[in-house]
């Protein structure tokens, strides 16, 4: 028998262990493993969906997204990154065709503040990345307006090449 991991399952899979019927603990309860599959599965799917990192990579390196937050019209997005060798990247910031979110609508925002450790700069800004070690980055985007929720594309642009990460979500 198959079981999908949810709360009913693990409760199967314990009464199994234990010696009691799968049957016999539904009669028992008299709650269907659907019911109970829905309950669950929809309230934990939608809270893992909300909080799950993406991930994009590509030949020079990796990058998780973490989070998008807002504070007012400022949308903060963080995403770690992993050089897949010794090297300076760029993040290009505040011009055509670099760093930018576009929402569902078809607007486009331009980042303007990247942060790497404690330093801060607009526009451009370079770092030595090495090989594997996390490096957080965290761009900043300027007069998002409030009822943008989520980002179709969010494009992280270096000197080398990107990293794309779809549906975002704004948490805050």
Same mark, same amino acid.
């Given at each position: ?6 709360? &009913? ?25 659907? #019911? ?12 893992? *969906? ?15 997204? #973490? ?22 990247? =760029? ?7 670099? =760093?930018?979110?576009?929402?569902? &609508?078809?607007?486009?925002? *331009? ?19 090495? #090989? ?7 761009? =900043? ?5 409030? #009822?943008?929720?989520?980002?179709? =594309? &969010?494009? *992280? ?7 794309? &990460? ?7």
């Amino acid at each position: 028998m198959v079981y999908r991991t949810s709360a &009913f399952g693990l409760l199967a899979l314990a009464l199994l262990v234990s010696g009691v019927s799968v049957s016999a603990s539904q009669r028992m309860t008299g709650v269907r493993e659907s #019911q109970v599959n829905d309950g669950i599965n929809s309230r934990r799917d939608t809270q893992l *969906l909300a909080q799950q990192p993406i991930f994009s990579e590509n030949k020079y390196f990796s990058g998780v997204l #973490q989070s998008c937050t807002r504070s007012g019209s400022s949308v903060k997005c963080s995403v770690v990154i992993r050089s897949k060798e010794d090297t300076n990247i =760029t993040i290009l910031c505040q011009s055509q065709d670099v =760093t930018k979110l576009y929402d569902a &609508f078809g607007n486009l925002y *331009l980042c303007s503040q990247i942060q790497i450790g404690n330093r801060k700069q607009e526009g451009s800004i370079s770092s030595r990345f090495p #090989q594997g070690a996390p490096v957080k980055v965290t761009l =900043t985007f300027n007069n998002i307006p409030s #009822q943008i929720r989520e980002f179709d =594309t &969010f494009e *992280l642009h270096t000197h080398i090449s990107f990293l794309r &990460f779809p549906n975002v979500k704004i948490s805050g």
